[in-house]
Nanobody, 118 residues
Framework: QVQLVESGGGLVQAGGSLRLSCAAP????????MGWYRQAPGKQRELVAS???????NYADSVKDRFTISRDNAKKTAYLQMNSLKPEDTAVYYC????????????WGQGTEVTVSQ
């Protein structure tokens, strides 16, 4: 079992920034695609961004040019830098670690809440 520990959520005004962190102790991090998902009230969970072990990034259209995903393999931590936040970014954000070749081996963080006020 891999325990993902998230931090960095909170309340911010529109136009502000937050950085989320996801620590994944152990060896699984090095063989994982790391992703950030979010789920707003009444909506389905959606992929926000992902990053492969080689550093290739993928973003949802709604966050392109505003959010940046990164990973520090030495610290076994993934990050999501969120700039120019909008009220519609309000959601619970979840970290995900998925095995690079066996997609069924996947772990989730507990979620961290992000609230963007007008």
């Amino acid at each position: 079992q891999v325990q993902l520990v998230e931090s960095g959520g909170g309340l911010v005004q529109a136009g502000g920034s937050l950085r989320l962190s996801c620590a994944a102790p152990g060896s699984f991090f090095s063989i994982s695609v790391m992703g950030w998902y979010r789920q707003a009230p009444g909506k389905q969970r959606e992929l926000v961004a992902s990053i492969t072990t080689g550093g290739r990034m993928n973003y949802a259209d709604s966050v392109k040019d505003r959010f940046t995903i990164s990973r520090d393999n030495a610290k076994k931590t993934a990050y999501l830098q969120m700039n120019s936040l909008k009220p519609e970014d309000t959601a619970v954000y979840y970290c995900n670690a998925r095995h690079v070749t066996i997609a069924s081996i996947t772990y989730w963080g507990q979620g961290t809440e992000v609230t963007v006020s007008q």
